[in-house]
């Protein structure tokens, strides 16, 4: 089994994709004691996935914990929960037959055509969702009004098993979110946020495997859901706030405490 956590996820994910869909059940896992707070992973996923200008499919949260003197603050990444019971299914599947599925692995999965071309679907979808995890494709470019339309920004890119391009103008007016690097998996790479994690803050990989790197932290740590309560069952698992006050100031011993 290989000591690197990267390498160890590539090899559970290895492990998962010889196995039939419905048999696999992605999660991730992020430790709060290990976010530096850089952005890169709402940074490479707005790069992946060509987000709409002004919006990403991950945020970094700036988190405060207690007063001076015992202020601990800290950052929290966050994306789509893939609830096990998506609220935004419900309510835009009421308008909208379909328009979002829950994959047999796990993944939430938005019908791009059917929401743009009802919109009272996509705002059922968006009003529902507690997260904050969904934004709107409203057109648009970074580089519009200058003197040369960057590549980057037409290019093709991978969701939900189709080839998209927001250069078409078919995207125009659809909601849109996390799809957990769908595309990527499917090629036995880790989502981009994971791979470009500096601080190594995030794990995926596959729940129903019980040797997998994300088993092991559900099993050893103590983990947190968020607003877990209203009955969501979120894929998204937080480990670390129980030790972050025994960490709180940045030493040597605080560096190997959580990095390789």
Known sequence: ??????????????????????????????????????????VSCMAENVCPPGTSYRKVFETEHNSFPDLNRFFMPANCQHCDKPPCQKAANAVTKDAIIKRGDGIVEFDYAKLAKNKKAGDAA??????????????????????????????????????????????????????????????????????TCIGRAMYFGDQNDPTSLVSELLKNEKTWQVKSEL??????HYIGFEDRKNIAVGTPITCTECHQ
């Not at 869909?21 to 430790?31: G, K, P």
Request: with cysteine; proline share 5%.
């Open 126 to 195: 968006k009003k529902a969702c507690p997260y904050y995890a969904i934004v709107e494709d409203k057109g648009g470019f970074y580089t519009d009004n200058t003197p040369v339309m960057e590549p980057y920004e037409l290019r093709n890119f991978f969701e939900n098993g189709r080839t998209l391009s927001r250069g078409s103008g078919g995207l125009t007016g659809t909601i849109r979110k996390c799809t957990f690097c769908g595309h990527r998996l499917e090629s036995g790479m880790l989502p981009a946020c994971v791979s």
């Open 1 to 42: 089994m290989a000591i690197n956590e990267i390498v160890r996820m590539h090899e559970d994910l290895e492990r998962a994709l010889a196995k039939p869909l419905e048999q696999r059940s992605w999660i991730m896992v992020i430790d709060t004691r290990k976010c530096v707070g850089d952005h890169a992973c709402a």
């Open 231 to 236: 009955g969501t069952n979120p894929r998204i």
